[in-house]
């Protein structure tokens, strides 16, 4: 059949951060605050662009009229003092070497990026002419990270008008992406309706919370994120939601950097979840020492944990996964451990085709 191509959404030219398993050489672009307010009006906007020639700031907080000059640090920060901004909310945009460029470092960046659907109508993650639920952004303060948050959740067609609770899946973006990331990229609520609309899967709530959250490393992030799926993201769900607030009616999945937050919550909460999927993600096998101290919490829950979770199953993109070694060297402290678990992989690599295929394949297994 004709394949179709659509382009949707704002192109963001400066690269961002892709979900992924490995270490990378830091950069200043890592901690850079890219607006910056230092009192009485005056705003520093920052980007990162070591190899360019030339930067300009376009937009609407810029001063009509006035041209600024943009500097350039050693570290490859260019930078503009914006002087008189009054309070409210302004449009900006980085110009690099001639080319339009919409802050990297921003909340939002995850969020510009274009969108191209390629396939024909009857792809799985299609928007198909069928029910469709509804997909919502809701903000809830975090008590750990002591701030608001938001976080995306689908609700299945018809909930509005129902009285069922139903049963939850947490589903977790990776590493340089946001709770913007599943619904967008990953055309989860499309995913959802059309599994639904063919009576594949049970009816559920499955919500995507922001896995992402500023630490040093992923080693301090990912128990930042558990805590906060815990006291946080849970509660806030089942005081706002008609749902099913037991371990056998909650399931959680992520992947890559959200498997590993998915991994932890496992070791932390597993009495709480009947259902764990770890897409594309593994601890990493040459730290010994956190090896070591992840064997010692499995043999510590193993017995509890067969008892409890109803499944368990990890997944891999085939070997082209960059997380493929690091995945097959973690199980075999499962192994160790005596937990028992699935395992399936498919060609796909580390990439949303992979993880789409995933969100198919669990959500016509969880709640049954």
Do not use: C
């Not at 890219?34 to 705003?43: K, M, P």
């Not at 946001?178 to 959802?192: K, Q």
């Amino acid at each position: 059949m004709m394949k179709q191509l659509i382009l949707s959404g704002i192109l963001a030219l400066a690269a961002l951060p892709l979900s992924a398993q490995w270490n990378r050489i830091p950069t200043p672009n890592d901690t850079l605050q890219s607006v910056r307010q230092l009192g009485n009006g005056t705003v520093v906007l920052s980007i990162y662009a070591p190899q360019a020639k030339q930067v300009s700031i376009a937009g609407d907080i810029m001063p009509w009229g006035k041209k600024l000059d943009v500097k350039r640090a050693d570290n490859g920060v260019w930078s503009v003092v914006v002087p008189e901004v009054k309070d409210g909310v302004y449009r900006y945009s980085f110009v690099v070497d001639g080319v339009k460029v919409y802050d990297p470092a921003s909340p939002t960046a995850g969020e510009t990026s274009a969108l191209a659907f390629v396939g024909n109508e009857n792809v799985f993650y299609a928007m198909k002419k069928v029910p469709h639920g509804a997909v919502a952004q809701r903000y809830y303060e975090s008590k750990n990270l002591k701030t608001t948050r938001r976080l995306h959740v689908w609700t299945p067609a018809g909930y509005e008008k129902s009285t069922d609770k139903l049963p939850v899946l947490y589903l977790i973006h990776g590493g340089g992406d946001t709770d913007n990331s599943w619904p967008g990229v990953g055309a989860a609520g499309f995913i959802l309706d059309n599994l639904l609309a063919e009576g594949k899967m049970k009816p559920m709530i499955v919500v995507m919370p922001n896995g992402s959250i500023p630490a040093k490393d992923l080693e301090g992030e990912v128990p930042l994120f558990e805590e906060d799926l815990v006291r946080s993201i849970i509660p806030f769900i089942e005081n706002n939601y008609r749902v099913l607030a037991d371990k056998d009616h909650r399931a959680m999945a992520g992947l890559s950097m959200g498997g590993m937050e998915t991994l932890e919550t496992m070791l932390k909460d597993y009495d709480k979840f009947g259902y764990f999927w770890v897409l594309s993600s593994g601890w990493f096998a040459n730290n010994k020492a956190a090896y070591a101290n992840y064997q010692q919490q499995l043999y510590k829950i193993a017995k509890g944990f067969n008892k409890t979770v109803r499944q368990l199953v990890f997944t891999q993109g085939g070997p082209e996964d960059i997380a493929y070694q690091n995945g097959k060297a973690m199980l075999g402290l499962f192994d160790k451990a005596g937990i028992r678990y699935e395992y399936s992989e498919a060609p796909g690599g580390h990439t949303w085709y992979t993880w789409r295929n995933n969100l198919y394949t669990l959500a016509q297994r969880l709640f049954k």
